[in-house]
């Protein structure tokens, strides 16, 4: 940690202990506390020599940032835990210390890139609507497919009362004898079952989902189910990276 002022949520996140995001809940939960007080209000900064403790147990210093990136398999929930007892991805990465989380979420059924990580900071900036990570996505869906039919999604469609911003999208192929068709779906955002309910929105409904891309991540040499550390070039490329230049202009 630098001798600076540092936010507390970074700090927490930092340590491993939470994403960016958990550390401002276990902020405003009361659970954590600064040379034995209890903070709840969030954007609080602290020295490198004040105690922070969460739930009582001291910040033991930050923990090694390590970056992986998964090719994840169909039936694996993109989260930490599930009370349903499915198996997550964190059940995928047999062998990595380190408490890393998942970088957004794919679909229980859905396939493809996923990163995964203990960096806070970089997680964070990954999925900040503003900026405008690419998302690649290979959708097999019911229906004959048509650049007439995708039209729609070209300018944004409401969903659940908000409408998404444009989509680029392609038709790849078409089988006319099995009425199925393979759509390329490129978005930025993040909401919920976003490219399912879009293709279901134009009369498409999706049989099966893959993400093929994420940021300038793809899948590959990595099977269903593999994983492989980021390179340092990868990770400079992430720690450099300005985000919105992701977005075609």
Do not use: C, W
């Not at 210093?61 to 930490?80: D, F």
């Not at 978005?187 to 490219?195: A, D, M, P, S, Y």
């Not at 793809?218 to 450099?240: C, H, I, M």
């Amino acid at each position: 940690m630098s001798e600076e002022a540092q936010r507390l949520q970074k700090v927490i996140a930092q340590a491993g202990l939470a994403s960016r995001r958990g550390a401002e809940e276990l902020i405003t939960q009361g659970r954590v506390q600064v040379n034995g007080e209890t903070v709840k209000t969030l954007g609080i900064k602290v020295m490198p020599h004040d105690t922070v403790q969460v739930d009582g147990a001291p910040i033991e210093g930050r923990e090694k940032l390590v970056y992986y990136l998964m090719n994840k398999p169909r039936g694996v929930v993109t989260t930490n835990s599930d009370d349903k007892g499915r198996q997550t991805v964190l059940d995928v990465l047999e062998d990595v210390p380190q408490r890393v989380y998942p970088v957004g979420r794919l679909d229980y059924d859905t396939t493809g890139v996923l990163l995964l990580t203990n960096d806070g900071v970089i997680a964070n900036q990954l999925m900040h609507p503003k900026s405008r990570v690419d998302k690649v996505y290979m959708a097999k869906v019911e229906g004959i497919a048509t650049d007439e039919k995708l039209a729609p999604l070209k300018r944004g469609v409401v969903i659940q009362g908000r409408k998404t911003a444009p989509a680029r999208v392609s038709v790849e192929r078409v089988d006319k004898d099995k009425k199925t068709s393979m759509v390329r779906v490129i978005i930025h955002e993040g909401r919920n079952h976003q490219v399912k309910n879009m293709l279901q929105k134009v009369g498409l409904p999706v049989a099966k989902l893959t993400r093929e891309q994420y940021a300038f991540f793809d899948l590959t040499g990595l099977q269903s189910g593999e994983y492989r550390k980021l390179t340092s070039a990868e990770v400079k490329r992430l720690k450099n990276q300005d985000y919105k230049m992701y977005r075609r202009r």
